[in-house]
């Protein structure tokens, strides 16, 4: 087969993505980078007030996005919320796993309460989520695009708390690679991206418990939000139409290799 080249297009004309932790941070980061390549976007959270201001923000700027409210620690709201965002917006092509939460405790100090929280967030949410959205891609015979927001702690661990943080990010991690390949015959592609340090509500809380972490990074540097664009881009388009499986590292070598 052959291409023009380049073989090269972040145009999402005719796409609709839902993006789960959209109400602030990188989560409505990503449903602004969407909606402006050309997607409709669900943008979901708990909180319905930001998320309607957020999507009114995005038609006011000429895209076209709607909030819908997600408790991503509710299993029957996650097999409901893609349905509810195709009945607006049209059948669901691209899902953004964003939602994710830390724990910031040493192993034997959590709760098993915060235990279950961080897990069911940060690993059986965007399992649930990613089988309610494929099922209903299968049977549509619809392509379709899922990035999981894994983590650089995902690969390293320092010792110093979050243990399970990083765990569950590995799990992240394999999800993608394993789900790739059981939906591989159906042309749904899945792949993830591991930030490092970027800027968000979760890295203020973090810098407030820790101080200034940069000290030990190479380049000493948080990253902004925008640097994570052009890889979410190329993750959700044609362009990457051969790339599944993969976990594309975007942290600036902050944690080190």
């Not at 090269?8 to 993006?19: C, E, I, K, P, R």
């Not at 932790?21 to 449903?31: K, Q, V, Y």
């Not at 200034?212 to 640097?227: C, E, S, V």
Request: proline share 4%.
């Amino acid at each position: 087969m052959a291409y023009a080249l380049p073989n090269f297009s972040t145009d999402l004309t005719g796409q609709t993505a839902l993006v789960t932790g959209a109400s602030s941070g990188l989560g409505l980061r990503f449903a602004r980078t969407l909606a402006k390549a050309g997607a409709k976007v669900a943008l979901t959270a708990r909180r319905l007030d930001r998320l309607e201001q957020h999507a009114a923000d995005i038609k006011a700027a000429g895209g076209e996005a709607i909030g819908l409210q997600l408790d991503v620690t509710d299993a029957n709201q996650l097999k409901e919320v893609v349905g509810k965002a195709e009945a607006k917006l049209g059948p669901v092509t691209i899902l953004i796993n964003n939602a994710g939460i830390p724990d910031a405790q040493r192993a034997v100090k959590m709760s098993t309460e915060l235990i279950d929280r961080v897990l069911d967030t940060n690993v059986r949410a965007p399992y649930i989520l990613s089988c309610e959205f494929a099922r209903r891609l299968i049977d549509l015979k619809k392509p379709g695009r899922i990035v999981n927001i894994a983590s650089s702690a995902a690969y390293r661990y320092s010792g110093n708390g979050a243990a399970l943080y990083s765990i569950s990010k590995s799990a992240v991690v394999r999800m993608t690679e394993a789900l790739a390949v059981e939906w591989a015959p159906f042309h749904i592609n899945v792949n993830a991206i591991a930030p490092g340090a970027f800027s968000s509500e979760m890295m203020d809380g973090m810098l407030q418990r820790m101080g200034d972490i940069t000290k030990n990074m190479p380049r000493a540097r948080i990253g902004d939000p925008a640097q994570l664009d052009s890889t979410l881009l190329f993750l959700v388009s044609p362009s990457s139409d051969f790339v599944t499986g993969t976990s594309v590292r975007v942290d600036d070598v902050q944690g080190g290799r």
